[in-house]
Nanobody
Framework: QVQLVETGGGSVQSGGSLRLSCEAI????????IGWFRHIPGGKERERVA????????VYADSVKGRVTISRFYNNHNRDLQMNDLKTEYAAMFYC????????????????WGKGTQVTICS
């Protein structure tokens, strides 16, 4: 059974940094695309933050370029999201997602989701 477990959320001062980690369990993770998404209270749907494809290609949302780095480690099951210079508008629930093969364009096409980890940014 596929499981994704996010850790690393919490409260940080504006301008600070956080590192989120997603542990992927129960599937051949090297053949799956991994993505990080966030959901802002009142938002319509989860927003894509960054994705990393099976061939290593990385795509970042324009709103976070230069502030976040996504990484995957082939010797373990973790996929991390390093976030720097955080602003109050980045506060959200962050989710890790996975899908076999290519990274889906539509949020609804991602098959596996973690339960999320909350990021709060204090001004």
């Amino acid at each position: 059974q596929v499981q994704l477990v996010e850790t690393g959320g919490g409260s940080v001062q504006s301008g600070g940094s956080l590192r989120l980690s997603c542990e992927a369990i129960g599937y051949p993770y090297k053949s799956y695309c991994i993505g990080w998404f966030r959901h802002i209270p009142g938002g319509k749907e989860r927003e894509r933050v960054a994705t990393i494809a099976t061939d290593g290609e990385i795509v970042y949302a324009d709103s976070v370029k230069g502030r976040v780095t996504i990484s995957r480690f082939y010797n373990n099951h973790n996929r991390d999201l390093q976030m720097n210079d955080l602003k109050t508008e980045y506060a959200a629930m962050f989710y890790c997602a996975s899908q076999q093969g290519n990274c889906p364009h539509k949020v609804a096409s991602w098959g596996y989701w973690g339960k999320g980890t909350q990021v709060t940014i204090c001004s």
